[in-house]
């Protein structure tokens, strides 16, 4: 049989297009890769090098590694979520522990305030870049790399802001039946556009992201990973065009990691909506109102823990429009997903 051959000008044309793309893609991952190795240059203010360490002053082995975004005035979020932290948790015997990331400010009574906060709680993780909205992604990495230096043997690390309400027995029960390696689960984001609005808090320039959109990625609200994939993300992020968007950007490190995230309804993201208190009592993380408090709303869940009526209560999330008729602890297997608008 014989095989019909192409026009030459064809072949050549389809071969210059490929050429041109790749060039395209090269060049720009360049450019944007310069700003993302800039992060290089921060060195840590606060480092707590002995959070993870054993009695033997060893790398011990920590269930659970909490990396706690927060900005540097927020000194009473932070203590409302150490009490919280404490309340909601049973007595463990798997380790715990929770490091507060923050960047620096000009401000020499704030930063005089965090030298004795950490000074006080051990639990400070702080860089040389300023705190700012724009440097979020930097402070997840920041995170990211003291995880890999300085907790190594953790078991599953979890990034979350200190705006949420954190359920740590749901959060535990959830871990204890989730993957060992190369796992990432929280709210997915999917088939999100970029912004190209300039006024927007949100803005993404074409030639900062070409694509018209963006890859799955988690809400930067709370997503748990397993400790092999939070050092493979820091390894890889340097691979990886720098976005200013902290939960895109580790989505673009996750994919180009060939991973794909898990979406689980007990990561609550919304912040505009009053949910039912089964809704707390039953979630892992729930982004929470700024005129609510923390500890006041973990109070209120240990108070009401045994609830029976919970147990049949249906928690809706409307953004993942995802239905869990028990909400069981976060047992994915009871999922049941809503078709309707």
């Known amino acids: 049989m014989k095989v ?16 041109v793309l790749y060039l395209t893609t090269q060049l720009w991952t360049s450019k944007n890769n310069t700003a993302n190795l800039s992060y290089d240059k921060f060195k840590y203010s606060i480092n707590p090098v002995n959070m993870c360490l054993n009695d033997k002053k060893e790398s011990g082995e920590i269930f659970l590694l909490i990396l706690m975004s927060s900005a540097t005035i927020n000194f009473s979020q932070r203590e409302e979520q150490r009490l919280s932290l404490l309340k909601s948790s049973k007595t463990f015997e798997l380790k715990i522990r929770t490091v507060f990331l923050l ?22 993780l702080m860089q040389n870049f300023i705190d700012s909205y724009n440097n979020l992604t930097y402070k997840t990495l920041m995170g990211l790399k003291w995880t890999s230096v300085y907790c190594p043997q953790v078991a599953y690390v979890m990034k979350t802001d200190d705006d949420v309400y954190l359920n740590l027995d749901n959060i535990v029960t959830l871990l204890k039946m989730a993957p060992k390696q190369d796992y990432a689960v929280g ?55 720098f976005i200013f968007l902290e939960d895109v950007y580790i989505g673009l490190v996750i994919d180009k990691l060939n991973i794909r995230p898990n979406t689980n309804p007990c990561f609550i993201y919304s912040n505009d909506i009053d949910y039912p208190l089964c809704a707390y009592i039953r979630a892992c993380a729930v982004h929470m109102k700024r005129s609510e408090s923390v500890i006041d709303k973990t109070e209120l869940v240990v108070r009401n823990i045994k609830l029976t009526t919970c147990l049949d209560v249906i928690c809706y999330n409307p953004y993942a429009r995802i239905r869990n008729r028990k909400y069981n602890q976060c047992n994915i297997d009871q999922v049941i997903y809503d078709s309707s608008n």
């Open 103 to 124: 960047g620096s400010t000009h401000d020499v009574l704030i930063t005089t305030g965090i030298y004795e906060e950490s000074e006080k709680y051990n639990d400070i």
């Open 4 to 19: 019909k051959r192409l026009p030459r000008p064809v072949v050549l044309g389809a071969v210059i297009i490929c050429l």
């Open 187 to 241: 709210h997915v984001f999917e088939h999100n556009q970029p912004c190209r609005e300039k006024t927007s808090k949100w803005y993404i320039a074409e030639e900062d992201f070409p694509a018209p959109v963006y890859p799955p990625y988690l809400s930067g609200m709370a997503y748990v990973m397993t400790g092999d994939l939070a050092i493979k993300i820091w390894e890889t992020s340097c691979l990886v065009p």
